[in-house]
């Protein structure tokens, strides 16, 4: 069974740059795809960003491109979101999510689509 567990989560000023983590364990099984979401106080859930196996495609939600940067380091099964220039609208629990299966590009922001989940990292922005 995957696990997906998150860290790095952590309180910074606006403006401030912080880096997340997310470490896959506990299958030999590939993961595809895999993404950050976040659950923001009295939000939904939503799609941050997305990266595919191998020659990366990456996908990031309107709200966060071109502050954050996701990457993967397939041969250390690490996920990580590298998140500058955070504002007051970026507080939130940040998930993990992974998808043995490939992932057509128009589903990448559906959390249906990922199987895997972890328990979520807590980013808080004071201003």
């Known amino acids: 069974q995957v696990q997906l567990a998150e860290s790095g989560g952590d309180i910074v000023q606006a403006g401030d740059p912080l880096r997340l983590t997310c470490a896959v364990s506990?299958?030999?099984?590939?993961?595809?795809?895999m993404g950050w979401f976040r659950r923001g106080p009295g939000k939904e859930r939503e799609f941050v960003t997305s990266?595919?196996?191998?020659?990366?495609?990456?996908y990031y939600a309107d709200s966060v491109k071109g502050r954050f940067t996701t990457s993967r380091d397939s041969a250390k099964n690490l996920l990580y979101l590298q998140m500058n220039n955070l504002t007051p609208n970026d507080p939130a629990v940040y998930y993990c999510?992974?998808?043995?299966?490939?992932?057509?590009?128009?589903?990448?922001?559906?959390?249906?689509?990922?199987?895997?989940w972890g328990q979520g990292t807590q980013v808080t922005v004071t201003s």
């Open positions: 999510a992974a998808s043995p299966s490939g992932i057509l590009p128009q589903n990448m922001r559906l959390e249906s689509m990922y199987r895997c």
């Open positions: 506990g299958s030999h099984a590939t993961m595809l795809t």
């Open positions: 990266v595919t196996y191998g020659t990366p495609t990456i």
